[in-house]
């Protein structure tokens, strides 16, 4: 065990361009006790921002088992999150097995090659295993010198959000302020993007409610980025909308590597009614702060968020909203963006299950939506999504039917 020791920071070094380490401001620290396990040739550990395991063995050489649990025993989603990091003293492949507590495996693995980025680990390294009533993993995992990080989705953490909000805000149109702490102390942070004087309108965003989701992320990450444009439609929507953002309300769950929860055992998005999180307190004093301000009226709220496909959750067709119409006109638009793409829509609205999507029309009565995207979508076309999703919102919001006080 020894050689780790003396490697962490050389590791987190070399990690530097796929995965952050936590940043000043993270004042909280990774729950998990500190995991590691090795053959003494190869090396597992979990000490990383977003890692997910619960356990690490070693069941013979080159050969690894981990323990994938949810973070409480409350979790009922099946969103099976797993990160851990590997390192071999020579270029070779080794073999993990991802054991299941309950629900089995569902994130194809990534892989984070320093450097490099993200790619699929190849499917034929995929051996899926039925035990019992559970569907285990068994990877083929190249390890090098260099250590590389499995994980079910590419890391998306508070310091890549971090560096982007500050990459956006050197548009004076943009501008960034601490909406407020997560249960652990880190910073939700809250994007505002508003011409030079301030449309009374406002469309709020938000996003990674549960922290698996990246894809949803890296969809909202496109969508903002259009808002910022400087062609004729972006130009109209923001002369005539303020847009208040927050893209990573789940910050606890994120670095925690969570399936579902924050920090408090309970789903963020079925809190929207009871707000008994800090984290959904801070979205519902937003809105009602909105409510409250008499030169500011809230419009439209999207909630970013993935799943199994890609698909988007409205509310039902004879609901009331206020502007009227802009569901049909927002998902014409889009499918029109996207003449080589189905655009899936499911209406539904369960005004007892305290989601975003369902409170925020119930108290305010405008336009909701959850934005979904499939865990698996090809990682360009989430972007022509998120770009056709925010023109298409751009152009009905400015074709609907307004009557602001
Ligand atoms: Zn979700």
Same mark, same amino acid.
């Given at each position: 065990?020894?050689?780790?020791?003396?490697?962490?920071?050389?590791?987190?070094?070399?990690?530097?361009?796929?995965?952050? #380490?936590?940043?000043?401001?993270?004042?909280?620290?990774?729950?998990?006790? =500190? &995991?590691?396990? /090795?053959?003494?040739?190869? *090396? +597992?550990?979990?000490?990383?921002?977003?890692?997910?395991?619960?356990?690490?063995?070693?069941?013979?050489?080159?050969?690894?088992?981990?323990?994938?649990?949810?973070?409480?025993?409350?979790?009922?989603?099946?969103?099976?999150?797993?990160?851990?990091?590997?390192?071999?003293?020579?270029?070779?492949?080794?073999?993990?097995?991802?054991?299941?507590?309950?629900?089995?495996?569902?994130?194809?693995?990534?892989?984070?090659?320093?450097?490099?980025?993200?790619?699929?680990?190849?499917?034929?390294?995929?051996?899926?295993?039925?035990?019992?009533?559970?569907?285990?993993?068994?990877?083929?995992?190249?390890?090098?010198?260099?250590?590389?990080?499995?994980?079910?989705?590419?890391?998306?953490?508070?310091?890549?959000?971090?560096?982007?909000?500050?990459?956006?805000? #050197?548009?004076?149109?943009?501008?960034?302020?601490?909406?407020?702490?997560? =249960? &652990?102390?880190? /910073?939700?942070?809250?994007? *505002? +993007?508003?011409?030079?004087?301030?449309?009374?309108?406002?469309?709020?965003?938000?996003?990674?409610?549960?922290?698996?989701?990246?894809?949803?992320?890296?969809?909202?990450?496109?969508?903002?980025?259009?808002?910022?444009?400087?062609?004729?439609?972006?130009?109209?929507?923001?002369?005539?909308?303020?847009?208040?953002?927050?893209?990573?309300?789940?910050?606890?769950?994120?670095?925690?590597?969570?399936?579902?929860?924050?920090?408090?055992?309970?789903?963020?998005?079925?809190?929207?009614?009871?707000?008994?999180?800090?984290?959904?307190?801070?979205?519902?004093?937003?809105?009602?702060?909105?409510?409250?301000?008499?030169?500011?009226?809230?419009?439209?709220?999207?909630?970013?968020?993935?799943?199994?496909?890609?698909?988007?959750?409205?509310?039902?067709?004879?609901?009331?909203?206020?502007?009227?119409?802009?569901?049909?006109?927002?998902? =014409?638009?889009?499918?029109?963006?996207?003449?080589?793409?189905?655009?899936?829509?499911?209406?539904?609205?369960?005004?007892?299950?305290?989601?975003?999507?369902?409170?925020?029309?119930?108290?305010?009565?405008?336009?909701?939506?959850?934005?979904?995207?499939?865990?698996?979508?090809?990682?360009?076309?989430?972007?022509?999504?998120?770009?056709?999703?925010?023109?298409?919102?751009?152009?009905?919001?400015?074709?609907?039917?307004?009557?602001?006080?």
């Amino acid at each position: 065990m020894r050689p780790l020791v003396a490697l962490l920071p050389v590791l987190l070094a070399a990690c530097a361009t796929t995965q952050s #380490a936590l940043s000043g401001d993270d004042v909280g620290t990774v729950a998990q006790a =500190a &995991q590691s396990c /090795s053959d003494g040739t190869n *090396t +597992i550990d979990g000490e990383f921002p977003g890692s997910g395991f619960a356990r690490c063995e070693v069941l013979g050489k080159g050969w690894f088992r981990l323990s994938i649990e949810p973070e409480d025993a409350k979790v009922t989603n099946c969103s099976a999150w797993y990160a851990f990091r590997a390192l071999g003293k020579r270029a070779d492949t080794i073999t993990v097995d991802l054991d299941y507590a309950s629900c089995g495996h569902r994130y194809q693995p990534k892989i984070g090659l320093p450097g490099k980025g993200w790619e699929r680990l190849d499917p034929d390294a995929v051996e899926l295993r039925t035990v019992g009533d559970l569907r285990n993993a068994r990877l083929t995992v190249p390890v090098d010198t260099t250590a590389r990080i499995l994980a079910g989705q590419e890391l998306l953490l508070p310091d890549a959000y971090d560096s982007w909000l500050d990459k956006l805000t #050197a548009n004076p149109l943009a501008s960034r302020a601490e909406l407020g702490k997560s =249960a &652990q102390g880190r /910073s939700i942070d809250r994007l *505002t +993007i508003a011409a030079a004087t301030p449309a009374p309108e406002q469309v709020v965003l938000v996003g990674r409610q549960h922290p698996p989701e990246v894809t949803g992320g890296l969809a909202m990450i496109a969508f903002v980025e259009r808002l910022l444009e400087e062609d004729d439609l972006a130009k109209a929507y923001r002369a005539r909308f303020t847009t208040q953002v927050v893209p990573l309300l789940n910050p606890d769950g994120v670095v925690n590597g969570h399936w579902r929860h924050a920090t408090g055992g309970v789903d963020l998005n079925r809190d929207w009614g009871p707000f008994t999180q800090p984290e959904t307190r801070l979205m519902r004093d937003m809105l009602e702060g909105i409510e409250a301000d008499p030169n500011a009226k809230l419009r439209l709220f999207l909630d970013f968020h993935s799943t199994r496909y890609d698909t988007i959750y409205t509310l039902l067709p004879e609901m009331e909203t206020d502007p009227p119409g802009f569901l049909p006109a927002w998902l =014409a638009d889009y499918a029109a963006r996207l003449p080589d793409y189905d655009v899936r829509v499911e209406p539904g609205h369960n005004p007892d299950l305290p989601v975003s999507k369902a409170w925020v029309h119930d108290r305010f009565g405008v336009p909701t939506a959850t934005y979904e995207i499939g865990d698996e979508t090809d990682r360009a076309l989430i972007r022509r999504l998120g770009r056709a999703a925010a023109e298409a919102m751009m152009a009905a919001m400015l074709a609907a039917d307004h009557a602001p006080e």
